[in-house]
């Protein structure tokens, strides 16, 4: 599958890219980002991918969350998809920013007229790592992933759906418990039709009831002045409840003062990047 080059920029002795391919699993042109440290020049380093939020693309993380010094120190490679297929021409796909363009959920639409483009966890969960792992110096047994807010979300369901594929899992403000939230029932509705009985498929608190094991570290960080946080979007008391009856670990950090924005994300990113290094450099 061939891949353009659109971007390459030295940060950290490595190398900040972002690519434009094929995707045949969203019918359309994809960018991603993806950093290469300095070791891996010599040789296969672990795989970390990042999902973005509502709005984003993949610039976003790659140039306000800071995180190239830590991922450079610990050798990482880091992978930064889109947050949706782009200009698919499909009626409704630009009328607001919670759906469509810029909001793809990382599910697998199974709703005309989304069904045909809009299959981001197919896309993230298997054609991007096949992607990355036949094009760059990636060892693909040693993978995890972490994201903010729906990123956060998306991350979350792609370890917890997966068990064994991601040796760890992070996120910050990510949105727990979807089937329960204004952003999450909108989506849902719309991508994956009025049966909400299919929703619990792509919710990280209905997944973690039935996870099985407890093989998956989890750190969430979350801020408390955080206005989706207050307005109900986030739930992460839910997820947290689940997990604990589960004895899954999670480690959630509640973070005095800091928001929804990528000024908390920069503040808190060389732990996360540390919180998977652990388990991806082993």
Not at 4 to 24: A, P, R
Not at 158 to 175: D, E, M, Q, R, T
Not at 210 to 220: A, E, T
Not at 222 to 251: H, M, R, W, Y
Request: net charge neutral; glycine share 8%.
């Amino acid at each position: 599958m061939a891949l353009k080059q659109i971007s390459s920029n030295k940060c950290f002795g490595g190398l900040q890219k972002v690519f434009e391919h094929d995707s045949v699993e969203l019918n359309c042109k994809m960018k991603f980002a993806i950093y290469l440290p300095p070791k891996a020049e010599t040789g296969k380093c672990p795989a970390l991918y990042w999902l973005s939020g509502l709005t984003c693309t993949e610039q976003n993380f790659i140039s306000k969350s800071g995180y190239h010094q830590a991922a450079s120190e610990h050798g990482l490679v880091v992978i930064a998809p889109d947050t949706s297929p782009r200009g698919c021409n499909i009626k409704g796909e630009d009328e607001s920013w919670d759906f469509g363009t810029g909001a793809g959920f990382y599910v697998d639409a199974t709703e005309h007229p989304w069904k045909t483009n809009y299959r981001m966890y197919s896309y993230v969960t298997e054609e991007l790592p096949q992607l990355i792992n036949a094009n760059f110096p990636v060892d693909p047994q040693r993978m995890s992933i972490f994201g903010h807010s729906m990123g956060g979300h998306g991350a979350l369901i792609c370890a917890l759906k997966n068990p064994g594929k991601y040796k760890s899992v992070s996120a910050f403000a990510p949105i727990c418990n979807p089937v329960l939230c204004p952003w999450g029932k909108k989506a849902f509705n719309g991508y994956l039709g009025a049966d909400q009985s299919k929703w619990k498929a792509y919710d990280a608190t209905h997944l973690v009831k039935s996870f099985p094991g407890s093989q998956l570290d989890i750190l969430i960080d979350q801020g408390k002045d955080d206005q989706f946080l207050s307005d109900g979007q986030l739930l992460p008391d839910n997820f947290i409840a689940a997990c604990t009856e589960k004895k899954i670990p999670v480690v959630f950090r509640l973070q005095e003062g800091y928001d929804h924005s990528y000024y908390f994300i920069a503040t808190f990113i060389t732990d996360h990047i540390r919180h998977h290094a652990k388990y991806l450099n082993v």
